[in-house]
Structures are given as C-alpha cells and as structure tokens.
C-alpha cells in the first residue's frame, strides 16, 4: 500500500485525447508509437491493467480506439528516448515543410502536404511531419489523417483545446464538407453516383475490404459513404484514364481507394495495394511524373467548415499552396494541384 501511494505521489496520470487522425486504430499499435516501446512491452502493461481509455483498464490489445476517446496512463510509463541513438530531421527538412504552409497564425498550420510525407509515423525523419514538427513546437495536434502517398490539405492545431473543437466539427460531419480529386485507371459505367459500402480494415495486411449493406447488421463493418462525378477522361496510349471529383462523408482509413478499386473497379493510377495494375504505360508514366519516389494520384483538394473555431482575420488569402476565403463564418480552404498532378495533366492533354 506504501509503495503504490508513493509512486502516485511521485507520478503523474497523462491523459491523451484521441482525435481522427488515430480514430480506428488499435490501442496497441496507438501505444507502440505514443509511449515509444516495444510490442512486446506494450503487450505486458495492457495485460496488467496499466492503461485506461475513458475511465476504464483495457486489457484487450486489439481494442479500436475512436475519436473522442481519452486514453490514460502513468507518465512513467512513457520511454525517453535517447535522441543521440534516434535519427532525427534535419534542417532542411523543416525548411521544405515550411514550403506546404498554405496558411498559418498562433492556433493552426494548414498545409498542402505533399506526396511521400508521412502524417503518422513513417521510418524517414525528413518526410515525418510529427518529427519535424517536434524539433519546433512543444505542442501540436494533427487533427485528421492522410495517407503518406496522398497529397492535400492536412490541418495541424496548436493547442489541445483548438484541436478538440476542429475534431468534433469534423466527428459530427454535418457542418463540414471533405473533397477529393483521383485520375483512376479505366472508366466509371455512370458519370455520376453515391458509393455507400461499408468497410473492414485488415490489421493483417492494412487494407480495407468493401461489404455488402446487409453485412452491417453484423456490426463488424463501419459504414462509408463516397459521392463521386466523372470531369474528365483521358485516351492515353493503350490505356483509359478519369478524373473523379469526390467527397466523403465518414472518413474511414482508405475509404476512398478501396471505394473506387473495389466497387467502381476504378483503382488510383499507381496504387498498387488497391488493384492497380502496372502495364508497361502506367509504368512509363509512373516513372514520369515519380521518378523513384512513390505516390498515388489522389488529393485531399478542398474542406468546407460551416463554422470554423479559429479567428481568421484575412476574408481571403491566397499563395502558391492554395487559397481560403472566409465569409460569415464559413471557411473554404482549397489546394493547388500537386506537381505530380500538374505533370499528369500536361502529359494527357497532349
């Protein structure tokens, strides 16, 4: 009784909240990267009861967090790592960070991230954007995420109370509006419609599967909503490309890859995990527009808040990453088109 009393009066309790960036993912693998420890030492403190979320001990390891959640732990658990032994970013990589800025003040960073850049984790430093942000800010909050072979619009906060404001805007949907834009390999059979299959992720092979609607009852399955519209097509050499102007409506990891490759048998030009297929002019044109980087042709292009929490003081502002226009509390954020994409569009309209 002692030594539990004095390691609480030594210790202290950290509370995480968990906002959509991390919404869907397993409580081990969450813990692995927050506490900087091992699988196997992760494994030891769920199974002793050492972890809360909300309130309560987790002892399953598969346990999915969602936004909203709170996860709870003793400061003590969290492993300092020597960053003389860790590999950390350079300079220039803040440098080139600072180049995706489509907009910044004292609450939030916009970016317009580019292809390869890591918004969780990720095994380069100089492509890691919460590593690179570390070296900088003692506090930051990234609110959603993005693939690492997407580009787009990716919002950072602050501060905590910033963060949870913008995250329940985005958890509640209804005053926000997510939009893509995908070239796709191959043809829609209408130009126009509303994709609504529910989806399971793989743990295994971290990917998404596409399920009936009747499968939901099940309560395995999350639904996924994805509105898409055909605004152009391409005749290149042997091959038929389109461009999807898209909006989701839940959010769900790899909602929209597995949408279009599994439902609209339309994968992403150069997704190769969701069915793209590599014939010897998408893999010309891949090297084309890449070089020996990767990424795939989907852009996280426009987000509409109804009521956005953050003073913005400009009505419009407009640089080289994208523009925003505020009016009556309504904030539009778009994003200028990737050098990959702009390479793409200048070779098929030729």
Known sequence: MFLTTFIKSHFTKLSVPIFNSHSGSRIDKFLIEDLNRSWNEV???IRNGEI????????????VLK???VVTYWDKLKKQVDTQLRPIPNIKAYEELKKMILYENDQIIILNKLHGYA?????NPNYNIPEILNLYFKNFYIIHRLDQLTSGLLIIAKNKDIATEISR???????????????????TKVQKGLIDRPLLFNTNNQKQTCYNEEQLLEGKYLPARTSYEVIQEYQYHDEMYSVLDLQIFEGRKHQIRAHLSQVLKTPILFDQKYGF???KTNRDLQTQIFGENQGIMLQAKKIIFQNFPVDINE????????????????????????TEFESLFQILQK
């Open 169 to 187: 805007i985005i958890q509640e949907k209804a005053f926000i509006t997510k939009k893509y834009i995908a070239i796709v390999q191959g043809q």
């Open 67 to 69: 936004e909203g959640d």
């Open 315 to 338: 009505q419009f502002y407009q640089n080289s990453n994208g523009t925003m226009i505020q009016k009556n509390g309504k904030l539009e954020i778009e994003a200028t088109f990737s």
């Open 52 to 63: 809360n979320v909300n309130n309560k001990k987790i002892k399953d390891h598969q346990f």
């Open 119 to 123: 918004s969780q984790g990720g095994a």
């Open 277 to 279: 297929q590599f014939t």
């Open 43 to 45: 494994q030891k403190l």
